[in-house]
C-alpha cells in the first residue's frame, strides 16, 4: 500500500468533498480515502498495482471536478488566488444582498406580476433551461448515481413552478440557486483564507552558488547541501545551517514569536524566517515540504481530517436532512393541497449549513493558532481538550530548560568561592557533561578565565580529575570525593532536589557545587491560568527521585510521581483514563512520545522537531508554557462559536421550513433567504481567526 496527495479543484462545500470521496472510494485498490475540502485535496491509501493516478483523475473529473498539475512544492491554489477572483467575490455578494432586498419587497408589492404576465410561459420556460442547463445536468447526473443534493430538491421546486404556469418563479430559483453556489464558494474560499496566507509565506525562489557564481532557482531546484545565500530583507528559503555572516531573524512565521533573534555560524535557521538585518550563507538541510515550515503547512492542511465527534454527528446529521425535507414537502402537499409551499419548502432547506457549522470553525481556529507557533493536529484535539480533566507533565526540558544551571559554590575549607570556580571550570573545559557546561557558564557569568588543564581524565560514573598547576582536582559524586561526616550544607542542598559536584584539592574536600534544572519562568503563571479554566489535577512525572521531584513541583503547588521509566508514565495515563479520567500530556516529544500517544492529547514542547511533530497532537513551535494555556483556551471558544453554529443553523431551517410549510412566504423569498446560514456561520467563524 502507498498513499498519494491528490489536488483536486473546484470543490465549495462539504458535499462536494463527499461527493468526490464516494467516487474514489468505489475504486479498486482504493483502501481509505479523506478529501480535504479546505485544503482542496485527497490523501488516498491504494495499492498502485490496482489503480494509477490517471485512474483517479479521471474518477474526479467525471463527477465534476478537476485535478489541477502540481507546481512543486508549492500548492497549486496559492498561484490560482488573486486579487480579480476576490473581487468577484465581493461583487457576487453585494449583488446577492441587493437582489434579496428586491425579490422580498417585490414579492410583497406584487410588482412581478404585471412583468410576467407579458411574457409567454414557452419563453419563461426557455429562460429557466437556458439559466439553469449546467445545475440541472450536474442534478441528472447525481441522481443516475442515486444521489440526492441540495439543488435536486430545488430544481424539483423549480420543475413544480413551471408545472403551475409561474415561470417566474422558477426563474428567480435558479438564479439564486447559481447566486448560492458563488456565496458557497466565498464561504469556502474565506475558510481556507489561512491556510493560503501561511503558505504565501514561503518564498518559491532562492539564490544558490554554482561553482563561484550565485544563481536564482526555483526552490525545486535546491538540493540538500546547496549552500543558499540570503541577503537582508529577504525570506530564507530552505532549512539550513549558518557557515558565514549572521543576521537578525524574523521568527514569526514558525514560532509566533514577535521578537527577533540574533543567529551567527553554527546556528540553524528556518524556511519562511525573514533576514532582517545582515547576510547570511547557509548549507541546506531541508528544502519545501521538508523543511519545519513545510511540516507546519502539511499539517495544517491535514487537521481537517481528524473530526471531532461533533462534526461526524454533524456530518450523519446532513445525511439525513434532505431526506427529511422531502417527507416534509409531502406532507406538506398532503395536508394542504398547496404546491407553491411545496416548492417553498424544497427551496428553502440548507444542507451545507449543518456540513459546513463545524469545520469552517475548526479551520479558522487552527489556522490562527498556527500563525502563533500553535500546532493542533485537527479538530478531534480541540474537541478533546475541552473535556479534559487532568494535566500531567514531564520534567526535563518540558516544565523545566533542559539545562542544569549552577545555584550554589559552597567552601569547605575557606578556599575562595572565585577560586573554586576558576578551577572547576579549568578541570572542566573537556568534559561534554551538561553539568561540566553549567560550571563553564556560571565561571564566564563571574568572568573568570578558564585554563588548560596539564592532565584529563574522565571516570565514568563517578566525575573527572585533573592536574591544574600541580595540583590535583578532583571533581564528582560521593564515590569519587567521600565526605566525612554529616554536612549541613549537603543536606540543604540535597533537600532542595539539587545535585552536588564535590570539588577535591589534592585529595582534600574543598567545596561543593550545586546544580539545577531550572523551572521556566512562565509556568507559575500557565499552570494558574489553566487552574482558573477548570483543571484542577495538574501532576509531574519524572525519572527523578522523590527530593528532587518535590523541590520541582513544591512552589507550583501541584503533585508528583517520581521514580518513573517511560513505560511507567504510560501506566499511569492509563490508569488514569480507567477511570473515566481525560488526559492531556504534556512532554517534550522525545522520551515522552508513547505516553504522548496515549494521552487523549499529547502536547509536544518540541520546538518543530520531527519526533514532536510525530508524537503529539499539539505541538508547540516555541518553548513557552504561555502556549499550553493557551489550548485550553482556544478550545473553549472554538466549542463555544461550534455550538453556536449548529444552534443557529439548527433554528433557521426549523424556522424556515415551517414557515414554508404553513405557505407564510413564498417560493422566491424561500429561495432568498437559502443562502443566508452560510453566510451566518461564516460570519460567526471568522471570529475565531482574530481570537487572542
Excluded at 469545520?359 to 478531534?380: D, E, T, V
Excluded at 487532568?390 to 526540558?397: A, L, N, P
Aim: with cysteine.
Amino acid at each position: 500500500m502507498s498513499t498519494l496527495e491528490l489536488p483536486i479543484g473546484g470543490m465549495d462545500c462539504a458535499a462536494c468533498a463527499k461527493k468526490v470521496q464516494r467516487a474514489l472510494k468505489k475504486l479498486p485498490g482504493v483502501a481509505n480515502v479523506e478529501v480535504l475540502l479546505n485544503a482542496e485535496k485527497a490523501i488516498i491509501d491504494m495499492d498502485p498495482k490496482l489503480v494509477t493516478r490517471d485512474a483517479l483523475t479521471a474518477t474526479v473529473e467525471k463527477v465534476g471536478f478537476t485535478v489541477p498539475k502540481p507546481k512543486g512544492d508549492v500548492p497549486y491554489y496559492v498561484k490560482e488566488g488573486n486579487d480579480l477572483q476576490r473581487q468577484l467575490f465581493l461583487a457576487l455578494g453585494i449583488l446577492f444582498g441587493v437582489i434579496l432586498l428586491l425579490v422580498v419587497i417585490g414579492e410583497g408589492l406584487g410588482l412581478f406580476e404585471a412583468v410576467t404576465e407579458m411574457v409567454p410561459l414557452w419563453v419563461g420556460t426557455l429562460i429557466v433551461a437556458a439559466f439553469g442547463a449546467t445545475i440541472f445536468y450536474d442534478v441528472f447526473k447525481s441522481a443516475l448515481r442515486l444521489e440526492v443534493t441540495a439543488h435536486t430538491l430545488m430544481s424539483v421546486g423549480a420543475f413544480a413552478a413551471l408545472g403551475t404556469g409561474q415561470w417566474d418563479t422558477a426563474a428567480v430559483v435558479v438564479f439564486l440557486m447559481r447566486v448560492g453556489v458563488y456565496i458557497e464558494r466565498f464561504t469556502s474560499e474565506k475558510a481556507r483564507g489561512l491556510l493560503k496566507e501561511l503558505t504565501a509565506m514561503a518564498p518559491t525562489r532562492a539564490r544558490v552558488l554554482r561553482g563561484e557564481d550565485e544563481v536564482e532557482v526555483d526552490l525545486a531546484q535546491v538540493n540538500v547541501g546547496d549552500i543558499v545565500i540570503v541577503r537582508p530583507g529577504e525570506r530564507v528559503p530552505v532549512d539550513g545551517v549558518i557557515i558565514e555572516g549572521q543576521a537578525t531573524l524574523d521568527q514569526a512565521a514558525i514560532t509566533g514569536e514577535s521578537m527577533p533573534v540574533e543567529a551567527e555560524v553554527g546556528d540553524k535557521v528556518f524556511a519562511a524566517t525573514m533576514a532582517k538585518l545582515g547576510y547570511l550563507k547557509l548549507r541546506t538541510e531541508g528544502v519545501g515540504r521538508d523543511t519545519t515550515f513545510g511540516r507546519t503547512i502539511k499539517l495544517v492542511e491535514e487537521a481537517e481530517a481528524n473530526r471531532g465527534e461533533v462534526q461526524r454527528i454533524a456530518d450523519k446529521f446532513s445525511g439525513y436532512y434532505l431526506p427529511f425535507v422531502a417527507f416534509i414537502a409531502v406532507l406538506t402537499y398532503v395536508l394542504s393541497g398547496n404546491l407553491m409551499a411545496v416548492v417553498a419548502v424544497l427551496v428553502v432547506a440548507c444542507s451545507c449549513s449543518f456540513a459546513l457549522a463545524t469545520p469552517i470553525a475548526m479551520m479558522a481556529s487552527i489556522g490562527a493558532a498556527a500563525k502563533r507557533g500553535l500546532l493542533i493536529k485537527g479538530g478531534k484535539y480541540v474537541e478533546a481538550i475541552k473535556t479534559a480533566d487532568v494535566v500531567f507533565v514531564d520534567k526535563t526540558g518540558t516544565l523545566t530548560t533542559g539545562k542544569p544551571t549552577v545555584t550554589d559554590v559552597v567552601s569547605l575549607d575557606g578556599t575562595p568561592e572565585e577560586t573554586l570556580m576558576q578551577l572547576a571550570a579549568t578541570a572542566e573545559r573537556h568534559s561534554e557533561h551538561p553539568l561540566a557546561e553549567a560550571v563553564r557558564v556560571r565561571a564566564r557569568e563571574m568572568n573568570l578565565w578558564a585554563g588548560e588543564p596539564a592532565l584529563f581524565e574522565a571516570i565514568p560514573g563517578k566525575g573527572i580529575r585533573a592536574t591544574i598547576d600541580g595540583k590535583v582536582v578532583e571533581i564528582g559524586n560521593r564515590r569519587l570525593v567521600p565526605l566525612p561526616g554529616d554536612n549541613a550544607d549537603v543536606e540543604r542542598l540535597e533537600s532542595g532536589g539539587k545535585t552536588l559536584l564535590i570539588v577535591a584539592i589534592d585529595g582534600r574536600p574543598a567545596g561543593i557545587i550545586g546544580a539545577m534544572d531550572t523551572v521556566r519562568p512562565e509556568v507559575g503563571n500557565a499552570i494558574e491560568e489553566i487552574r482558573k479554566l477548570g483543571i484542577e489535577r495538574i501532576e509531574l512525572l519524572t525519572g527523578d527521585n522523590e527530593r528532587t521531584a518535590a523541590a520541582i513541583s513544591g512552589p507550583l503547588g501541584i503533585g508528583f510521581q517520581a521514580n518513573l521509566l517511560p513505560e511507567d508514565k504510560i501506566r499511569v495515563v492509563r490508569e488514569a483514563q480507567a477511570r473515566g479520567h481525560r488526559v492531556v500530556m504534556v512532554g517534550d516529544g522525545v522520551n515522552d512520545a508513547p505516553a504522548l500517544a496515549q494521552a487523549e492529547v499529547g502536547i509536544a514542547m518540541g520546538g518543530g522537531t520531527d519526533v514532536a511533530m510525530e508524537a503529539a497532537h499539539i505541538v508547540l513551535m516555541r518553548e513557552d508554557w504561555n502556549l499550553v494555556a493557551d489550548c485550553f483556551r482556544i478550545s473553549r471558544r472554538t466549542m463555544g462559536v461550534v455550538k453556536m453554529n449548529i444552534a443557529f443553523t439548527a433554528l433557521y431551517n426549523l424556522a424556515g421550513l415551517s414557515l414554508a410549510a404553513f405557505g407564510i412566504i413564498p417560493p422566491i423569498v424561500a429561495a432568498s433567504l437559502q443562502a443566508v446560514p452560510d453566510i451566518g456561520i461564516l460570519a460567526n467563524s471568522s471570529r475565531l481567526i482574530r481570537q487572542k
